[in-house]
């Protein structure tokens, strides 16, 4: 840690110190640096007395590693973070933390330099939001990620600044919804092609909406469909997770509603394909367009039948943990917490039922006394 020099000026003292930074064409260059101490008074006669004081603010602009910390943190999103997930993640992933940084981080500690970030800013910054808890948690989650990866380089040193803030926000209770097989049913009925296969397929087979979008014809054996590819706006991606890419069992209306789809779509290499550039189907499109204008307030997008399978797979008896394999989630409490939606009242009255029975046989009532 350099050492510096205090001096007096204009009734106070102060610290001088050269530092080294990268201004806005990213030249290294060296910079004299003033800062205040504090006054000149009882408690601070001399040089002595403030050294303490100067060891902290030459710790502070030490503690950077490289020059590269002097840049405030809106430079080094632009030049060096968001350029690395672009690159190295999913394009729905480079564009959740685009947004979010723009929108909740930057606006709040872009101009500081990455060297003073301290969790103390991360705090402010959370605790100006309000917001669910849950999206404080994704705010807190894309600022660390900017620090870890200034780490990363050697742009700063230390600990992480956002560690230790915390994410408090209001309680928000999750509400997803699952369809039932009568709404199965109702969509089959109601509407035409190819909305009524795509939410046949979505329906019967859970997967996600870009999963059914990423389906191309190879995919699908008759008996079985190949999860590989996911696609995201127009992007041709990978899947969520390593889990995700696995095969999903073909019921046989499924198989009746594809292979129907197949002889309409012979010449198509995405299962489900737009009409103008034959890329793969945009199916928040199809929803606007073909389906919501059929069915109205019944429509509750497309993820909605991902949880109405695990919901219906669940009520049959099926354990949780055989229904997050068929929804390929990594971790089973992800499907109990988020994907298995009961309805209270006609469960508890199904569950009081079975302790009923159970009563009944092995609880016998007292004898009256004669």
Same mark, same amino acid.
């Given at each position: ?6 001096? *007096?000026?204009?009734?106070?003292? /102060? ?65 060096? /973070? ?23 981080? %930057? ?82 009925? %109601?509407? @035409? ?22 389906? *191309?014809?190879?995919? /699908? ?19 969520? %997770? ?7 069992p073909v019921i046989s209306l499924l198989k009746t509603l594809? @292979? ?40 509750h997008g497309w993820h909605g039948w991902r949880r109405g ?37 006609? *469960? ?23």
């Amino acid at each position: 840690m350099q050492r510096g020099s205090v001096e *007096q000026k204009s009734g106070a003292w /102060y610290v001088r110190f050269r530092t080294t930074e990268v201004d806005s064409d990213g030249k290294v260059q060296r910079r004299l640096i003033r800062k205040r101490l504090a006054p000149i008074n009882d408690e601070y006669r001399s040089a002595r007395d403030v050294w303490p004081l100067a060891d902290i603010e030459l710790a502070k602009e030490t503690k950077g590693g490289a020059a590269e910390g002097s840049l405030p943190v809106s430079d080094f999103v632009e030049k060096f /973070y968001l350029p690395f997930v672009e690159a190295k993640r999913k394009a729905s992933t480079f564009r959740f933390y685009r947004d979010t940084i723009k929108l909740n981080v %930057t606006p709040v500690i872009g101009e500081l330099r990455l060297r003073d970030v301290q969790t103390v800013h991360i705090q402010r910054l959370l605790d100006s939001k309000d917001l669910s808890h849950g999206s404080l948690l994704r705010i807190k989650s894309a600022a660390s990620a900017i620090f870890s990866h200034a780490k990363r380089l050697g742009f700063i040193n230390g600990v992480n600044p956002v560690q230790g803030a915390l994410a408090s926000g209001r309680r928000s209770d999750f509400e997803g919804h699952a369809y039932s097989l009568a709404d199965l049913q109702y969509f089959l009925e %109601t509407l @035409d092609e190819p909305a009524r296969t795509a939410v046949g397929t979505a329906a019967l087979s859970g997967l996600r909406e870009s999963e059914v979008r990423g389906l *191309q014809w190879p995919d /699908y054996t008759g008996e079985e469909l190949f999860v590989r590819r996911a696609v995201w706006r127009t992007a041709v991606d990978q899947t969520k %997770t390593p889990e995700s890419k696995a095969v999903v069992p073909v019921i046989s209306l499924l198989k009746t509603l594809l @292979d129907a789809h197949r002889k309409r779509n012979a010449d198509s290499t995405w299962i489900f394909s737009g009409e103008k550039k034959g890329f793969a189907l945009n199916l928040d499109n199809l929803a606007r367009r073909s389906i919501i204008p059929k069915v109205g307030e019944r429509w509750h997008g497309w993820h909605g039948w991902r949880r109405g399978l695990a919901t219906i797979l669940f009520d049959l008896g099926v354990d949780p943990e055989i229904a997050s394999k068929i929804l390929r989630h990594a971790d089973s409490a992800v499907t109990r917490r988020h994907y298995i939606m009961l309805e209270s009242r006609k *469960q508890g009255r199904k569950a009081m039922r079975k302790l009923e029975s159970l009563v009944t046989k092995t609880v016998k009532p007292r004898k009256k006394k004669r």
